[in-house]
């Protein structure tokens, strides 16, 4: 079993950007909609500029039809004075609040992150995982787990 460690910007290929934001972008667009997409956007540290998340984010940002939350942000505003409350007691509120989670495998928060919302299938069908073409035909238990959750919810892989 292959275990996958964090993604680095220079392994993506200019194709696996590109699919990915052709991805993105037929996931979000469903005709015309005067409303915003809110997009939840997971991945290794948002300040990390080497990172995939950061670069997708870059794109995403500029564009007015899209609002882009981040779990830093949302987290730490929910569970300020909460503190009986975990991050995943918290999943109910997040998948009624985004209408598509980007998860980018490429730390360990994320890995967990894939993790803990494959398992809840309001959130696994709401999903749109972006991982690494040299991954894919790994045996590794995010692809014979977790991704096979999200499939099987018709998330987006």
């Known amino acids: 079993m292959t275990i996958q460690a964090s993604v680095k910007i220079e ?31 997971c991945g290794k540290d948002k300040s990390d500029k080497e990172s995939y998340r950061f670069k997708i984010s870059q794109l995403l940002e500029h564009n007015t039809n899209y609002q882009l939350a981040y779990p830093e942000d949302l987290f730490e505003d929910l569970l300020e004075g909460q503190a009986n409350n975990s991050l995943l007691s918290l999943e109910q509120q997040l998948a009624e609040a985004v209408d598509l989670i980007i998860l980018i ?13 494959s398992t809840r299938k309001e959130l696994a069908e709401k999903m749109l995982v972006l991982r690494q073409n040299k991954y894919k035909a ?6 014979h787990g977790p991704i096979r959750l999200v499939r099987s919810a018709k998330g987006k892989i």
């Open 138 to 143: 790994d045996k590794s238990f995010i692809n």
């Open 105 to 117: 495998p490429e730390s360990p928060g994320s890995f967990a992150e894939l993790g803990a919302f």
């Open 11 to 41: 392994d993506l290929s200019s194709s696996d950007i590109k699919k990915s934001i052709d991805t993105i972008r037929n996931i979000i667009i469903n005709g015309i909609n005067d409303t915003k997409k809110v997009i939840f956007i």
